[in-house]
């Protein structure tokens, strides 16, 4: 059988090079940057005052010195002003500093009577003065290509004045749930019949990486049935289409020959993974179609291990494997067998120790311990038993 690794090189190797496309600002969250983007303004775009207070010429100023206030100046005001020798201006917080002051003493440190203000502390050249181009000057870099999109850079790029960058296409994702026994959420179960909850779970779970799907329902078990949904959906403007269920050799697991019907050509079919081995990967015009399990456990592990990866690497992402940390065992395991296992396991932070601690559940319809756990335990082909305190690779969730 494929090795898992095998399985999702396969995956990526399969992806089509990622294509820019230009974007408001506003839309460009957990993006990735598909051009380096520099400053348009510099920042601040002019000498600011970092504090409420007085601008001064720091030369002039001693202890308990008395200077005549010429003019005030507040966030948004008139940059053109000069001070007069000798005397000072109030000033605010983001106020453009006057022509002939050096200085801000601060509020704080200033006795106000009229016109007249007497400070209790001199003053330093260059205090409490934000220098034009102290963040960024214009020009500058504010992110690379390849950056993918935090709150942070977003406020950055916005202060460079940049109102449309460009970033990487992310693709459209098609979700199909497959089974008889499917029913939709919030109706009233027929004997035999299960909630379908997968389409749900992989929405929630690629919403995380800013893409967007659509649910097209549930399909029965029939080939025919099958290939016309798959055969609808493709035709459609969507890149990835995954289902779930069916991706077995059961009597009832009907999705390879649908896929085979179609004409679409098998990427991979069963890896040596636990849980998730029945996954395939297939493709057609250029399209991918991921065929899950449709066990949550199963459908949640594929689609982590291999439709999100392949989602990040479409969106511009460089992504060559998992990104696993070690971690030291709480507790003890037995030996594997020859697949690789991914147990739902607990990583937290102990006394400074990456520590993770495995879920004793391993069925892979139970969700409940899916959402107790906020890692994947990595257990090699053939692993050894391991014992407290062993280090081990986690995937955390
Ligand atoms: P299958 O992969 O079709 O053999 O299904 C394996 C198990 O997963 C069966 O017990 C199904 O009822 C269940 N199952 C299949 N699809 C879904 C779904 N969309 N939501 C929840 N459970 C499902
Ligand atoms: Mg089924």
Redesign the pocket.
């Known amino acids: 059988m494929l090795s898992f690794d095998e399985a999702l090189k396969i995956t990526l190797d399969a992806v089509p090079a990622p294509e820019k496309v230009r974007v408001r600002l506003s839309a460009a969250l957990d993006r990735v940057l598909a051009e380096t983007v520099t400053a348009r303004t510099s920042q601040p775009p002019f000498d600011a005052s970092a504090m409420d207070g007085y601008a001064v010429k720091a030369a002039s100023i001693t202890s308990n010195a008395s200077c005549e206030v010429a003019f005030q100046v507040a966030a948004g005001g008139d940059p053109g002003q000069t001070l007069p020798e000798g005397k000072v201006a109030r000033i605010f917080t983001g106020a453009p500093l006057p022509a002939g002051a050096d200085a801000v003493i601060i509020q704080e440190n200033a006795a106000r009577d009229g016109d007249i203000v007497t400070f209790s502390q001199g003053a330093l050249e260059g205090q409490n003065i934000r220098r034009m181009g102290r963040d960024f000057a214009l020009g500058d870099v504010l992110a690379e290509a390849g950056t993918r999109l935090k709150p942070a850079h977003i406020g950055l790029i916005a202060s460079g004045n940049n109102a449309e960058i460009d970033v990487f296409r992310k693709p459209m994702v098609a979700l199909l749930?497959?089974?008889d026994?499917?029913a939709a959420i919030g109706s009233v179960l027929k004997p035999g019949q299960?909630?379908?909850?997968?389409?749900l779970l992989l929405e929630a779970m690629l919403a995380r990486h800013a893409t967007a799907v659509s649910d097209l329902g549930?399909a029965p078990d029939s080939v025919d049935a099958l290939a016309e949904n798959i055969g609808g959906a493709l035709g459609s403007d969507i890149d990835i289409l995954v289902t779930?269920?069916?991706?077995?050799v059961?009597d009832?697991?009907l999705l390879a020959p649908a896929l085979e019907q179609l004409g679409a050509e098998r990427l991979f079919w069963k890896s040596a993974m636990r849980p998730g081995k029945?996954a395939m990967l297939s493709s057609l015009n250029g399209k991918l179609i991921f065929t899950l399990?449709?066990?949550?456990v199963?459908?949640f592990v594929t689609a982590t291990l291999f439709v999100i990866p392949a989602i990040r690497k479409w969106s511009g992402e460089k992504v060559t494997g998992l990104d696993l940390i070690d971690a030291r065992l709480s507790g003890s395991l037995e030996a594997n067998g020859p697949r690789r296992h991914f147990r739902r396991a607990n990583l937290s932070l102990e006394y400074g120790s990456v520590i993770v601690r495995p879920i004793n559940e391993t069925d892979s319809?139970h969700q409940s311990s899916l959402a107790a756990a906020n890692a994947l335990l990595v257990q090699p082909e053939n692993g050894p038993s391991l014992s407290d305190g062993a280090l081990v690779q986690v995937l955390p969730l």
């Open positions: 749930s497959t089974g026994e499917l299960i909630v379908g909850s997968n389409a549930h779930t269920g069916g991706a077995s059961g009832h697991d029945p399990p449709g066990n949550p199963s459908a319809a």
